[in-house]
């Protein structure tokens, strides 16, 4: 019986590891070879000429070890090595694709253009609501956006940045951390804004009217 495409690419999966393996093996000892074959003139020795060619070869002979070390440990465990990899693929992916405020009110103005090409009596009401809420807390200025790295959370402030009174500067009455996840109004993920998505489906249907 042959084998399906998923359990070929799980066998092939030590040998991709020791091919890896081996050609940053072999790059690292040609660099080892070349610095090994560097000598220094007998005028040279001592000085700080040797000294930082020194460094510079223990430096390369460090991550060489390290290097060694990490693919005798991809090839022993390649399941978990695999799982280790796609993790960090993963969060490089999602921290490239972490959408900004600017992405957020591209979305917004994107989904207010479609929404106001529709008669006020077939917009959807939960979408509606929803811009003009939005809308709302721009103009008050207390959208706020804060990042994590792979994924942004957008939250409401409670004045205005630029607003000085008493209330706004108290360290003792800004949000608390443990309150926080009740501001939070949107989630940004692989460039998108998920509850403005979520609320614009079927933006062109009032269900009120049919």
């Not at 939070?184 to 269900?207: P, T």
Request: contains cysteine; aromatic residues 14%; charged residues 25%.
């Amino acid at each position: 019986m042959s084998l399906n495409p998923g359990a070929r690419g799980f066998r092939r999966a030590p040998s991709l590891f020791r091919n890896t393996f081996e050609q940053l093996k072999t790059r690292y000892d040609s660099v080892q070879a070349r610095l090994d074959a560097i000598t220094f003139p007998e005028r040279y020795k001592g000085t700080i000429l040797e000294k930082w060619a020194m460094y510079w070869k223990n430096l390369v002979i460090d991550y060489k070890e390290m290097v060694i070390d990490t693919g005798r440990t991809m090839r022993e465990r390649p399941v978990r090595s695999g799982v280790y990899v796609s993790l960090l693929a993963g969060g490089l992916y999602a921290g490239a694709r972490n959408p900004s405020e600017t992405d957020f009110y591209d979305q917004f103005r994107q989904a207010y253009n479609k929404l106001s090409l529709v008669h006020p009596t077939c917009q959807n009401p939960v979408a509606s609501r929803h811009l003009m809420f939005l809308e709302r807390c721009h103009n008050e200025g207390i959208l706020r956006r804060l990042s994590l790295g792979v994924v942004s959370f957008l939250w409401l402030d409670n004045y205005d940045k630029g607003l000085a009174i008493y209330k706004a500067v108290c360290p003792y009455l800004q949000p608390r951390y443990l309150t926080f996840h009740e501001r939070i109004i949107d989630v940004g993920f692989n460039d998108k804004y998920w509850v403005l998505k979520r609320k614009m489906v079927d933006y062109d249907i009032n269900e009120e009217n049919l």
